[in-house]
T-cell receptor, first 112, second 112 residues
Framework: RKEVEQDPGPFNVPEGATVAFNCTYS??????FFWYRQDCRKEPKLLMS???SGNEDGRFTAQLNRASQYISLLIRDSKLSDSATYLC?????????????FGKGTTLSVSS | NAGVTQTPKFQVLKTGQSMTLQCAQD?????MYWYRQDPGMGLRLIYY???????DKGEVPNGYNVSRLNKREFSLRLESAAPSQTSVYFC???????????FGSGTRLTVV
């Protein structure tokens, strides 16, 4: 089983739409969770951390369900500038330290 | 500008040639990482260094070596480049378990 699995893309939505991405992870010991955004041919950039109680940053809402090992990202009122690939990321902690494991990403295309 | 600096940005190698990808961060982070990103494969961890003086293998270490020269610098070496190593390479550093990575802008490597 892949450590981090995401919805297959691409998601094609009109401006103003609400879109949700889902992600599951296999390591129940994971403690930290993130959503990253990656634009074409650019480096990934941290969009938001995901907390157990859920958290919101403007039009973006992230949720975590530890029991189901499930993470979600909701984008409301989509903008053209939201077009990108969204990466679900979880940490893995072992004796050597912390490393982040990335999902393959879900591509979002917002059209006018 | 503060952050993670990677050099070079682009490189073309012939099969069998060697080269070193350089990475430096000025954020005083302990942990540094090298990832490669291939179409359809997502980001895969090559090597990481939890602290100065330590290095550990990630998911795809074969064909690579690393050196954590000091707290700031973490280099990735290809001793004998192969076409399968054609990829985009990202270096990253981590402030701590509950924080996300800061990525460099990437090195686009082509091996012919």
């Amino acid at each position: 089983r892949k450590e981090v699995e995401q919805d297959p893309g691409p998601f094609n939505v009109p401006e103003g739409a609400t879109v949700a991405f889902n992600c599951t992870y296999s390591n129940s010991a994971s403690q930290s969770f993130f959503w990253y955004r990656q634009d074409c041919r650019k480096e990934p950039k941290l969009l938001m951390s995901v907390y157990s109680s859920g958290n919101e940053d403007g039009r973006f809402t992230a949720q975590l369900n530890r029991a189901s090992q499930y993470i979600s990202l909701l984008i409301r009122d989509s903008k053209l500038s939201d077009s990108a690939t969204y990466l679900c990321v979880v940490n893995v902690l072992d004796q050597a330290g912390t490393a982040l494991i990335f999902g393959k990403g879900t591509t979002l295309s917002v059209s006018s | 500008n503060a952050g993670v600096t990677q050099t070079p940005k682009f490189q073309v190698l012939k099969t069998g040639q060697s080269m070193t990808l350089q990475c430096a961060q000025d954020m005083n982070h302990n942990s540094m990482y090298w990832y490669r990103q291939d179409p359809g494969m997502g980001l895969r961890l090559i090597y990481y260094s939890a602290s100065e003086g330590t290095t550990d293998k990630g998911e795809v270490p074969n064909g690579y070596n690393v050196s954590r020269l000091n707290k700031r610098e973490f280099s990735l070496r290809l001793e004998s480049a192969a076409p399968s190593q054609t990829s985009v390479y990202f270096c990253a550093s981590l402030k701590g378990r509950d924080y996300g990575y800061t990525f460099g802008s990437g090195t686009r490597l082509t091996v012919v």
